[in-house]
């Protein structure tokens, strides 16, 4: 059982930067893939950024893909998402989680939740 803790977030303009850290505990962290996901009011889950277990590979959804960057100390069992160029369209709730194996892009196969930290961009 992997239990993940959020941090970071909060309230920023646009054009400012913002990061998120998830913590694992309980496992074995360096096996498994990692993965943000956002959820906006009203709207569905959707995939941010993913990096496998050795941080050698990386996927981004494609509005986030040079503004965002996603990494992982498997030595403190963490992985960041580092935001830079907020926009107003960013705000959401942020969530990290992890699945064994290969890193995916589809929330589905994740097997393990962060709780979830508030990211809003104020125009």
């Known amino acids: 059982q992997v239990h993940l803790v959020q941090s970071g977030g909060g309230l920023v303009q646009a054009g400012g930067s913002l990061r998120l850290s998830c913590a694992a505990s309980?496992?074995?962290?360096?096996?498994?893939?990692m993965g943000w996901f956002r959820q906006a009011p009203g709207k569905e889950r959707e995939f941010v950024a993913a990096?496998?277990?050795?941080?050698?590979?990386?996927q981004y959804e494609d509005s986030v893909r040079g503004r965002f960057t996603i990494s992982r100390t498997n030595g403190q069992n963490t992985v960041y998402l580092q935001m830079n160029t907020l926009k107003p369209e960013d705000t959401a709730v942020y969530y990290c989680?992890?699945?064994?194996?290969?890193?995916?892009?589809?929330?589905?196969?994740?097997?393990?939740w962060g709780q979830g930290t508030q990211v809003t961009v104020s125009s």
């Open positions: 309980g496992g074995s962290f360096s096996l498994y893939a």
């Open positions: 989680a992890a699945k064994g194996g290969i890193l995916s892009t589809v929330a589905a196969p994740y097997q393990y």
């Open positions: 990096i496998s277990w050795s941080g050698g590979d990386t």
